[in-house]
């Protein structure tokens, strides 16, 4: 099996509103900042991939306006995924797994700000059942939630309103090294409680920031990678998968497809040191703490997640991306990344990522 | 609290609104149909167990399914959370409910909202009943809601022939989204110079190539497009087609003449209608210049100058 890395991350600073800029000009800087880094032109990767969303844009093919920011003519070798960049990372990551590239430009974003997100988003619901009854997606979280805190199992997961504090108080805290976060700094996890709710059992700081943002990498096979990068992270494995579309068919405080899609990686064949997960709401991050295992040795989201910036269609690749630069940086060894898609943790992909012992 | 966006920058309502009508298979159909006559129907999977709301394929199994049961209006809420703020197309209008609610006789739940009076009557286990929509026509919002219930436990799902008569074969599920639309930098600038009759074109740094309309980005190059160049008024025609379909709701006789032009200075060329010279004498290399109609935010059409046709050679880059 050829090897694959990521060599190179860069992310834009997530905010509230970026109306000043359109898609291509909130992009471009990113995908400069991830070519600069590994020293190439945009002509010369091999294939290019990117995820994005025409609901969060308002506009069909509204990807097509993107593309002139990785210099399309003469025609380049590119793919898009109506979906988390995450998801654009692993069919370049299988291109390049099959000798057809050395290179990969990946690049995702999103634009909240122009529509009403929650509404947006239930226009990835079953159209015949669900759909119709406009539940926004704070909601659905909320049920999940409430489940989880009514599960039989609470007391082993931990989960109470306290503990989902907690993960927010902790998310924005460590965002305050990250100078692209878009929410930073809490007070601590008690103070948290005295706010009302918003959707209950969901308050402000159980979910994560509405924003735009525009996230890129850059993959390498085998020997390119180690030229253009000092400490590659390579993929070691990567799997998505995804559950049954009805809500009320799952069992909403469990996550089989991330664990599944985690042993499919092999991220159970050995400890990791770190882990980046998308989880934005704070429930979300104990029912992917329990099925991936980590323990308390792990340090889980330094970067803040996405409670501490969620620009939709990117969160999912800047977490595969927080966990190759920390093994570029040699701050981790071997790394989890997780990212998730639909409603209440439906789709779920986790790679495994690790550095060369130096 | 979102601020303020910088004001060179425009803005603009944008509604998005489309009655999808989506056509119905033979479980949907018979699920749909049995609500417009307050019967509730799930699907009993291979392994025995009964979804409702019904689907067509395990989800488990992908095994094809079409064993109707009828399972009763009463249930369980396995799951809620409260809504303090009903938003547009909720089932409603007041404070209510989300609750996950398995029906006497189902195995899975449906999603739908529970009238009650505040969160304190509320808790996973309750028992709730449907409230039933006065008018019903073949949806699910022929179930109103649900709403809490103390009678007796409904008894397990029973066959049903899924036969109705008028059964329903689709639905139209309308759906409109508003957004406020910001074009960005490059395309603001480009729209408030049209305001004042003149056209701005950006230049690529790296290729010196004029972008007209700007997008604030260079297709070839990849680098952000900004410095500006006003390019026109006149312009040559570059090629052309003629139009012979009217166009609904467009007052322009046909046949006319929708054309590539590039302006002066331009790096390629735009697209307009060309007028004020009968159509079939519109030639490749003709001078055009832009024709605005009173209050008109863009050019209504381009006219012959007048001025020797444009050589070939100005402008095969442009075709």
Known sequence: MREVAIVAFGQSHHRRDSAEVSEVEMLMPVLHQVLDAVGLRAGEIDFTCSGSSDYLAGRAFSFTMALDGVGAWPPISESHVEMDGAWALYEAWTRLLTGEADTALVYSYGKSSPGDLREVLTRQLDPYYVAPLWPDSVSLAALQAQALLDAEDAEDTGADERALA???????????????????????????????YLVRPLRRHDCPPVGDGAAAVVLAAGDTARRLCRRP????????????HSLGVRDLTRSPSTRLAAERAGAFEAPADLAELHAPFTSQELILRRELGLGEGVRVNPSGGALAANPMMAAGLIRLGEAAAAIHRGAADRALAHATSGPCLQQNLVAVLEGDVL | MTPAPSPEVLQAPLVVEFPFTRSLGPVQSAFLTGLRERTV???????????????????????????????????????????????????????????????????????????????????????????????????????????????????????????FTDPVTGIVAPARLDYTYA????????????????????????????????????????????EQVEVGPRGTVTTFCIVNIKARNLDIEVPYVYAHIALDGAGLALHGRVGGIPYDQVRMGLRVEPVWSEDSRYPDHYRPTGEPDADYDTYKELL
């Open chain 2, 183 to 226: 074009p960005g930098r490059a395309q603001s600038r480009y729209l408030k110079a049209l305001g004042d009759r003149t056209t701005q074109g950006e230049r690529c740094p790296s290729c010196r190539k004029v972008y007209v309309p700007p997008r604030g980005a260079c297709p070839t190059c990849g680098v952000a497009t900004d």
């Open chain 1, 233 to 244: 992270a390579w993929i070691r494995g990567m799997d998505h998968r995804t559950e049954a």
């Open chain 1, 166 to 196: 907690a993960v927010a108080a902790r998310s924005r805290t460590a965002a305050e090294d990250n100078p692209h976060a878009q929410v930073t700094g809490s007070p601590p996890p008690e103070t948290l409680l005295d706010d009302p």
């Open chain 2, 41 to 163: 129907l799930g699907v009993r999977t291979t392994d025995g167990r009964v979804l409702v709301p019904p689907v067509e394929y395990d989800p488990v199994t992908a095994d094809e399914l079409s064993d109707l049961v009828e399972v009763a209006p009463t249930g369980t809420v396995t799951t809620w959370a409260w809504n303090p703020a009903s938003r547009r197309g909720q089932p409603l209008d007041t404070p209510f409910a989300w609750v996950l609610v398995r029906l006497d006789g189902a195995d899975t739940a449906l999603l739908h909202a529970l009238d009650a009076p505040g969160p304190d009557a509320v808790r996973t286990g309750m028992r709730v009943r449907i409230r039933w929509a006065e008018e019903r026509v073949g949806a699910i919002t022929d179930i109103a809601c649900f709403e809490p219930y103390d009678g007796a436990e409904g008894g397990e799902a029973v066959p049903h022939s899924g036969e």
